[in-house]
């Protein structure tokens, strides 16, 4: 297939009915190629200015308590929502935003562009960092919560040590939150993603007393005055590990050794030229009492998605074939957990052939091209169009499931069971992070998974370096596994039983 053709044609049927703007082909579908250009195309041709919508992901992060569930709830809502602070998301929640953007074209021609943004509460406690950043991509938009109340309290703290002459330790007051709170977030998302955009949201900002702008001023500037240090130190560590290894690449003989070197310098290279554009200099204040302050939020937010190019144009038989997923996915009332497994975790042909059921005119072949695309942009999960062929056949059709199951094996607490656990395997864990395989079939996902679901699952996990077989080299059903995540010493662990279970709370992810 001539893909250059295939576009050509497209654009000058475009240019022939005087379209606003020529279609840009997504790098999802151009790296796919020909068959997928060629549907997509069609797909847009055949859909109307008002079937065509702009999908974008929005990414919540930040510390627990950041306020990061009431803020979404009130800008998707339009209304104050004040989250308990006992009330935490455990894995993700999902919420959808709708706008209209009004456009004009160089001819004077009013126009119509169509948003939908989908928000991803993800947990704040540090257990769950390593699952969620699975799922981050290039087309998310992170809004980075930092708790303002609370770095108002610290600066406080901070002038205290300054009023008895101890300026380390006022500064160390100041750096041990921005870094804990901000910093951190920052650097795990760049360093996966460096051309990740960030909007800064400083929540709880009725909380810093009276002279509340003057003072949300001065802790701005206090707040992106150590960013900038942490920054500058980062680049520093950066510029030194290129120029180590510039030497090294030099003096090495091995072209292999040669190659990895070069590469490790040209992704550091990146990171530096992109480190300006990505890290934050300003923030958003928030007061989700306030509807002004609600409605402000929320215009930033929209701008943002407009103004960044990075949404993805979803035509109309695409949004078919997402609506049916959603309605696939939809929580049964009274649904057991085995019952809700098998509803999410589904064989490609008996989900090809339900959604060719569902939607008119879908052919198989667009069938399996409109998931490869979903599957790309993280609506679904088909790692077997990816090469990677431990689930076989099989599309996840819910993240968050999927997240549930990683979380329950990299942040397991034993005072999360409801029965005693042998002391032994407890042990293990909590030490040496090995999850024995009897643990892992005492977990409520787990346990109900078939044989070969259970090998599947773990050849998952090893291929994400989740988790390894412990004492043997071939992942089999009953491995025993290491879990690197739980070498870390945990400080504040959070009490799990507290929380609502992640299968109580997918309800309709739609």
């Known amino acids: 297939m001539d893909i250059v053709a295939v576009c050509v044609k497209h654009w000058a049927d475009e240019q022939q009915h005087r379209k606003r703007a020529l279609t840009e082909i997504p790098f999802e579908i151009l790296i796919r190629g020909g068959e997928t250009i060629e549907t997509y195309l069609k797909e847009v041709r055949e859909s109307s200015e008002e079937d065509l919508v702009l999908r974008r992901k929005v990414c919540i992060v930040g510390s627990s308590r950041a306020g990061k569930t009431s803020l979404v709830k009130s800008i998707t809502s339009m209304s104050s929502t004040l989250v308990a602070d006992d009330d935490h998301t455990i894995s993700v929640d999902l919420f959808h935003l709708s706008f209209t953007e009004e456009i004009e074209d160089k001819d004077s021609r009013a126009g119509k562009k169509y948003h939908d943004v989908s928000f991803w509460d993800f947990a704040g406690q540090d257990e769950y960092h390593v699952a969620h950043s699975l799922f981050f991509s290039r087309r998310m938009l992170y809004l980075l919560c930092v708790d303002v109340t609370a770095f108002n309290n610290e600066v406080e703290k901070s002038r205290s040590h300054k009023d008895q002459d101890n300026e380390d330790a006022a500064e160390a007051v100041i750096d041990a939150f921005v870094r804990e709170r901000v910093w951190r977030w920052f650097r795990m998302i760049f360093t996966r993603q460096p051309d990740a955009e960030f909007v800064l949201i400083a929540t709880e900002a009725d909380g810093v007393g009276n002279n509340g702008e003057e003072r949300l001023q001065e802790l701005a500037v206090e707040l992106f005055g150590v960013l900038d240090d942490f ?129 008119d005119e879908l052919a198989e072949k667009e069938c399996d091209t409109i998931l490869e695309t979903l599957h790309d942009l993280g609506d679904v999960l088909w790692y077997a169009r990816d090469g990677l062929n431990v689930l076989g056949e099989t599309v996840i059709l819910s993240a968050t499931l999927l997240i549930e199951f990683i979380r329950q094996i990299i942040c397991h607490n034993p005072s999360e069971s409801g029965k005693s656990m042998d002391n032994q395997l407890v042990e293990e864990l909590q030490q040496h992070g090995k999850v024995a395989h009897r643990l892992v079939e005492s977990f409520s996902l787990w346990k109900r998974l078939t044989p070969k679901q259970m090998l599947q699952f773990k050849l998952l996990l090893q291929h994400f370096r989740l988790a390894f077989p412990a004492g043997a080299t071939d992942m089999t059903a009953e491995s025993d596994l290491i879990v690197p995540a739980y070498w870390h010493v945990r400080q504040n662990q959070v009490d799990l039983e507290a929380l609502e279970a992640l299968s109580d709370k997918i309800t309709q992810e739609s």
């Not at 190659?259 to 928030?286: A, F, G, H, N, Y």
């Not at 701008?303 to 993805?312: I, P, T, Y």
């Open 231 to 359: 920054k500058s130190s980062f680049m520093d560590e950066m510029e030194k590990e290129i120029e180590i290894l510039r030497k090294r690449t030099s003096s090495e003989t091995d072209a292999e050794t040669q190659q990895v070197s070069k590469s490790r310098i040209s992704e550091l290279e990146k990171l530096l030229m992109q480190l300006d554009e990505s890290l934050p200099s300003s923030w958003t204040p928030l007061n989700v009492c306030d509807q002004e302050s609600i409605q402000h939020a929320r215009t930033v937010i929209e701008r943002v998605v407009v103004d960044s190019g990075r949404s993805f144009l979803m035509p109309k038989k695409y949004s078919r074939v997402l609506e049916a997923i959603q309605e696939l996915r939809k929580e049964k009332p009274n649904q057991t957990t085995k019952k809700r497994i098998k509803q999410i975790i589904v064989q490609l042909p008996t989900l090809r052939k339900q959604l060719m059921q569902s939607v």
